[in-house]
């Protein structure tokens, strides 16, 4: 039996498209996946009529773990930097993506700095890259490359709980 985790997707609405093609590719990874059954929350799922702000703390309060889409424009909103980044980043698990380039010395990282932000990183490349840098098929690698480290360190995460 598939062990059911609850993934918070936070990025920035200026992002929406670069997040579908990203978010895309990466459930066509965890979809496939022989131990857990991913469940994604993304803010496009909010029901006309309900108070979104409720929804997303619901949300946030009830998820495994975040996979945080890093871009300018995250790091410039105040809404992720003052309601969700606070609660992501206390959870075990939390995942910072860089899903556009970031200035690693210029921005302010909000804190995030002290994290490994995944980027691409192959042979031919002078610096490693974001996801929205890419051609299409080293954008399939960036997910297949970001999904076997968050698998290892959920099946880790999981091994050490049944441990302590």
């Keep these: 039996m598939k062990k059911n985790i609850k993934i918070f997707v936070s990025y920035a609405k200026k992002n929406k498209k670069a997040k579908a093609d990203f978010l895309n590719r990466f459930k066509d990874y965890a979809g496939a996946d022989s131990k857990f059954k991913f469940e994604f929350w993304i803010d496009d799922q909010l ?6 702000d409720e929804s997303i ?5 009830e998820c495994d773990f975040g996979i945080l889409l890093l871009s300018p424009a995250f790091l410039q909103s105040s809404y992720i930097a003052q309601n969700e ?3 992501l980043v206390q959870k075990p698990l939390v995942f910072p993506v860089a899903l556009a380039p970031i200035d690693f010395k210029r921005h302010d990282l ?3 700095q002290a994290k490994q932000i995944f980027r691409l990183d192959a042979t031919k490349f002078d610096k490693p ?3 929205s840098e ?16 968050m ?5 880790a995460h999981i091994a050490h709980q049944s441990n302590g």
């Design 151 to 155: 698998h290892d360190q959920l099946v």
């Design 57 to 61: 703390h619901k949300a946030l309060a």
């Design 134 to 149: 890419l051609k299409p098929k080293r954008r399939d690698e960036f997910v297949m490359r970001l999904y076997e480290q």
């Design 47 to 52: 029901a006309v009529g309900k108070d979104w």
């Design 85 to 87: 980044l606070p609660l």
């Design 129 to 131: 890259r974001a996801f």
């Design 110 to 112: 909000k804190g995030l």
